[in-house]
């Protein structure tokens, strides 16, 4: 499990000596866009709303059936990987003050978001709330409850401590967000003293239990002081963290670690998909393993994405032309306007229950359902698209100056 | 970009997608509200309940359960009065004593706390314990929420009774608002480390939902379909406590 973390965290340290000499931190050539980047988040910004539906045929295409992680995890790590690359080049060109109060300027944003969707997902349920009244789920329906006291709920909701269901990610990244000013400074200062002391905090949450509260009860459903630790790295991958693991990934031993590691990791999930096959399960092996929590970002789940991030940089290059191509453009316009679809792709899951809630049916108006939301999300990426390069004013003008910082994953 | 291509993309993904979905709805069972084997079966056992039957004394079985344990206004109709008539009619020779202790809106640890007078009072061969609904929405923390399940479990079992664990119903109409995939796995771990059978209430019912046998996204405001909804689920419950008491087969010889 942790075999996979280890050698990356060892040669991290040797490889830093050896580049002493040169700027604690290298930022990438600026100029052609990483559009593996914005593929993969394109791709979780997908498979999030998939997931968030009702199950249906189109869920067997998520990867969180075959294995550890999901796509929180893609989501978390490309969002840390390209928030460090565009701020991190405005810090150092720019410097601090300028940075955060870019970077504060985006928080604000993701929280003015995060408002608008509760307050469509209140409209939501107080509609289901009134017309539904099936006695089989009497009791499910107290959960309608905290309607009766919208004074103490809609504040609790704008301090983020009342969250209903699928709406954990933003906050998550507001604060992971609001503390990357301090992460980026850290940064510029020595990368693996901030990777290093992002890898104690979540020991140390391990250890000490540390969580932040919820309301009316419970915590948050991700820990900020576990998965900080993803968005951290993706920090660190981008500000030459990358470059310098290059040789590990390329290495056949890391692929048939990781390799070997996937595949246990789908046997184990298809114990759960197929309860027949239990009994393959040594019984010591499942007590040491479960419960693999999303909460505190399990090491399971951690390594689980490592492994599959390192099999996709080994055998999707850089020039890849498939990048390139029409088909996958669909995909690489969502991951360039993440903040937004992901936004819409909430909405439409809370719209997309509630359609099938209404109209009722069966396999094929799931399926139709969850294809019509992602043929929605590319035609907005696709509008927002137009607008920031027609429509806009100054449009033409942002191409060559600003415009690179926003491209490069400045949206979320 | 070229839209055409895009297009033609998700027209394949969308006449194969068509396909699947009318080839699903062929096959779609009548209601009979059929339950996959794997989901009867436990290798969990219940010994205290064996042994009552096969020494033809009486089985005592208590429910105890949430909202969900019951239908308002109809009791006779929901599922624990379902499983005492299913147990009699397969156990013709034993005497079978069921009642029903409702804990309406209390978590799995507020339950804890009654959970021993219950059993003291009553002295039953076999503790049903559905819970979880309350926890999940109350969002109590799942490890509190394990950690109290565990110990109810150990209480019934230091008492002397077999038990059986009832997970969360399947809602989708409240999947939005209320996240029970945590209390689900929690349910699940306690049941392998304490041994204890657990009835999947929510994958049974998820599988009549896919499979037809019950529309349960219905607006429908009657109580005619949780009526038939808990009488499928007496009677499943009724075949899992038989195979985990390994009466089934002596039953039938």
Known sequence: MSSIADPVAGTSRSDAKAAAAAPAIALPVAG????????????????????????????????????????????????GYTAAFVYGRAMLEAGFVVATARIMRRVWQIYVAHV???????AEISYVATR????????????????????????????????????????LYIVLMLFLPVILWLMKWRADVALALSVL???LTWHFDWYLTAYPSGFW?????????????????????????????????????????LLAAFFVTLTWHIPQLSFLMPKRIEQWMYPITKTDLDVLRFAHFLALAALTVR?????????????????????????????????????????????????????????????????????????????????????????????????? | MRPGAGAVLVLTLFAGLAAAGFARAQDAAPQTCEVPSHLLST???????????????????????????????????????????????????????????????????????????????KRPTLVIWQTGTVDAMRSVDPDDFRGAVEEGVAALQNAGSDVVLVNLQYSPRTETM????????????????????????????????????????????????????????????????????????????
């Open chain 1, 315 to 412: 055998f999707l290059p850089k020039d890849w032309s498939g990048l390139k191509s029409p088909w996958l453009r669909p995909l690489i316009l969502c991951g360039q306007h993440s903040l937004e679809i992901f936004c819409l792709g909430i909405f439409l899951a809370f719209a997309g229950h509630f359609v099938l809630a209404e109209v009722g049916g069966g396999a094929l108006t799931h399926a139709l359902v969850s294809l019509a939301g992602i043929l929605i999300m590319w035609g907005v990426a696709w509008v927002i698209s137009w607008y920031k390069h027609s429509a806009d004013k100054g449009a033409s003008k942002t191409k060559i100056a600003g415009g690179n910082a926003d491209m490069a994953g400045g949206s979320a």
């Open chain 1, 116 to 122: 608008f969707l509760f307050t469509i997902f209140l």
């Open chain 2, 43 to 121: 290798e969990s056992t219940l010994p205290k309940v064996a042994e009552a039957v096969k020494n033809a004394r009486p089985l005592t079985v208590l429910v105890v359960g949430s909202r969900s344990s019951t239908i308002l206004s109809s009791e006779n109709s929901a599922y624990p009065a379902k499983l005492q008539a299913a147990l009699k009619e397969k156990l013709p020779s034993t005497p079978i004593n069921l009642s029903v202790e409702l804990q309406t809106g209390k978590s799995a640890e507020e339950v804890d706390a009654n959970l021993v007078k219950l059993v003291e009072a």
């Open chain 2, 178 to 253: 209320i996240s029970a995939p945590p209390y689900l796995d929690n349910m699940r771990v306690v049941a392998q480390q304490h041994n204890v059978p657990l009835f999947d209430r929510f994958a049974i019912m998820r599988h009549w939902n896919d499979a037809g046998d019950f529309d349960l996204f219905s607006t429908f405001h009657g109580t005619d379909m949780a009526k038939r909804v808990h009488a499928c689920l007496g009677r499943a419950l009724s075949k899992f406590v038989l195979d985990a008491a390994r009466l089934d087969q002596a039953q039938q010889n």
């Open chain 1, 221 to 261: 459903i991700f820990n900020p002081f576990c998965w900080q630790l993803l968005f951290v790295f993706g920090a660190w991958c981008a500000l030459g963290g990358a470059a310098r693991m290059s040789r590990i990934l390329s290495s056949p031993v890391t692929m048939w670690i990781c390799i070997a590691y």
């Open chain 1, 132 to 171: 539904f009244e099936n006695p089989l789920y009497s009791e499910e329906m107290g959960i309608m409850d905290f309607l009766k006291q919208p004074d103490v709920t809609i504040v609790q909701a704008l301090l983020l401590r009342f969250r209903p269901v699928n709406m954990d990610v933003l906050p």
């Open chain 1, 32 to 79: 052609e866009r990483e559009l593996r980047l914005d593929l993969f988040r394109g791709m979780a910004l997908w498979l999030i709303f998939i997931d968030h539906l009702p199950a249906n045929i189109l869920t067997w295409f998520t990867i969180r059936n075959y294995g550890f992680s999901d796509a929180t995890e893609i989501f978390i790590f490309i969002s």
């Open chain 1, 201 to 203: 905090l979540y020991a």
